[in-house]
């Protein structure tokens, strides 16, 4: 199957500051790739569809201006959490649909990114 | 909200007999997928079943779905204590966004 990887897998950092996630599609070009927040025992949250070359969709209640998206490539899409409050300490998890593969509804989920801000 | 809801929250049972997982959803989907994930992980995909289907089978798993109900099942036979992990559903509608379910926590006890 196509695999998802991000970067970094695991981020500590101060109140105030700015925190980058990536999400690399490996081995497939994707067009579309999702970005989803999950809080502890909980379930996912879709945040925002990241669509390349424009912009991102938000989900209602997600903050545009905090949450930065950029999919510059067809294999690569950011996500900037800015001024990253205790709040947004998370486990954040991106996707990606592989358009061009057999299982063209499926989507491939990254391994995650533990977020955890002082 | 377009999230579903699953039932049990969490379910607890002994290696080899089946654990059977339930997801209710609120609105018309093109398909539906269920998707393991282990704490603190990312999910794996395990089977997709899409609006006109009524059943699908994959190894030990069997899913059904009645769109009539707006709801599905997870079927797990013989359970093995590696199954222990949360399960999730999530459909897709026309958007082609995912919504995830609140989730099962499964406990596999050897």
């Known amino acids: 199957g196509a695999v998802v990887s991000q970067h970094p897998s695991r981020v500590i950092c101060k109140s105030g500051t700015s925190v980058k996630i990536e999400c690399r599609s490996l081995?497939?070009?994707?067009?579309?790739m999702f970005w989803y927040r999950q809080f502890p025992k909980q379930s996912l949250m879709l945040m925002a569809t990241?669509?390349?070359?424009?912009?991102?969709?938000?989900e209602q209640g997600v903050e545009k201006d905090k949450f930065l998206i950029n999919h510059a490539s067809l294999t690569l899409s950011t996500l900037t959490v800015t001024s990253a409050h205790p709040e947004d300490s998370s486990f954040y998890i991106c996707s990606a649909r592989d358009p061009s593969g057999r299982a063209f509804d499926e989507q491939f989920f990254g391994p995650g990114t533990r977020l955890t801000v002082l | 909200s377009q999230q579903g809801e699953e039932d049990p929250q969490a379910l607890s049972i002994q290696e080899g007999e089946n654990a059977t997982m339930n997801c209710s959803y609120k609105?018309?989907?093109?398909?539906l997928q269920w998707y393991r994930q282990n704490s603190g992980r990312g999910l794996v995909h395990l089977i997709l079943i899409r609006s006109n289907e009524r059943e699908k089978h994959s190894g030990r798993l069997r899913v059904t779905l009645d769109t009539s109900k707006k709801s599905s099942s997870l079927l797990i036979t013989a359970s093995r204590a590696a199954d222990t992990a949360s399960y999730f559903c999530a459909t897709e509608t026309g958007a082609n966004n995912l919504f995830f379910g609140t989730g099962t926590r499964l406990t596999v006890i050897p």
């Open positions: 081995d497939f070009q994707a067009t579309t």
């Open positions: 990241s669509n390349e070359g424009s912009k991102a969709t938000y």
């Open positions: 609105t018309s989907i093109n398909n």
